[in-house]
T-cell receptor, first 115, second 111 residues
Framework: EPEVTQTPSHQVTQMGQEVILRCVPI?????FYWYRQILGQKVEFLVS????????KSEIFDDQFSVERPDGSNFTLKIRSTKLEDSAMYFC?????????????FGPGTRLTVL | DAKTTQPTSMDCAEGRAANLPCNHS???????VYWYRQIHSQGPQYIIH???NNETNEMASLIITEDRKSSTLILPHATLRDTAVYYC????????????FGIGTKLQVIP
């Protein structure tokens, strides 16, 4: 069964450094998303991406964050100048779009630890 | 999206049916009810969705009341692996829809 994959599973970085989290969405999906979950808190929407551009972004997704689909398979989240409060699980998701009913399929997540 | 209300936690004996309720009294006519779950620290997992008819798949059944103001997710034979946080979400279907997660119901399946 097709699934969303994410790398790395755990990323440790120093405050102020840049990190890139990578995702491979399900191959025939059209919409891509990033969510994050701070330990013990709710899963929060960050951004959605369709047709090579951002569809919607939350207040969390400020200039520190960017997303890119550099090729036909990868979807990346870049966090510049990381802060302690960026420590969280980051989940990538994808959905079929108009051909489906909007259900999203999530990856296993990347645990980001900022020291 | 319509607001949903779920109990914070529930217990269920292993092998028994787990019935998870959700209230969504402000649901509009073309909004769907979706259920997701999150097993500890894993990515959320889509379970099932429905508009007004009852739905069943290999994971669960979804019962939606006739007035659509509430629904129940049924796991027919709960196992220990079903211990998770279950989220009831009301939103429009198709195309792009971000998922707005609430607190959900923490289901504990007890041996």
């Amino acid at each position: 069964e097709p699934e969303v994959t994410q790398t790395p599973s755990h990323q440790v970085t120093q405050m102020g450094q840049e990190v890139i989290l990578r995702c491979v969405p399900i191959s025939n999906h059209l919409y891509f998303y990033w969510y994050r979950q701070i330990l013990g808190q709710k899963v929060e929407f960050l951004v959605s991406f369709y047709n090579n551009e951002i569809s919607e972004k939350s207040e969390i997704f400020d200039d520190q964050f960017s997303v890119e689909r550099p090729d036909g398979s990868n979807f990346t989240l870049k966090i510049r100048s990381t802060k302690l409060e960026d420590s969280a699980m980051y989940f990538c998701a994808s959905s079929e779009g108009d051909r489906g009913y909007g259900e999203q399929f999530f990856g296993p997540g990347t645990r980001l630890t900022v020291l | 999206d319509a607001k949903t209300t779920q109990p914070t936690s529930m217990d269920c004996a292993e092998g028994r049916a787990a019935n998870l309720p959700c209230n969504h009294s402000t649901i509009s006519g073309n909004e769907y009810v979706y259920w997701y779950r999150q097993i500890h620290s894993q990515g959320p997992q889509y379970i099932i969705h429905g508009l007004k008819n009852n739905e069943t798949n290999e994971m669960a059944s979804l019962i939606i009341t006739e007035d659509r103001k509430s629904s129940t997710l049924i796991l027919p034979h709960a196992t220990l692996r079903d211990t998770a946080v279950y989220y009831c979400i009301v939103t429009y279907s198709g195309g792009y829809q971000k998922v707005t997660f609430g607190i959900g119901t923490k289901l504990q399946v007890i041996p």
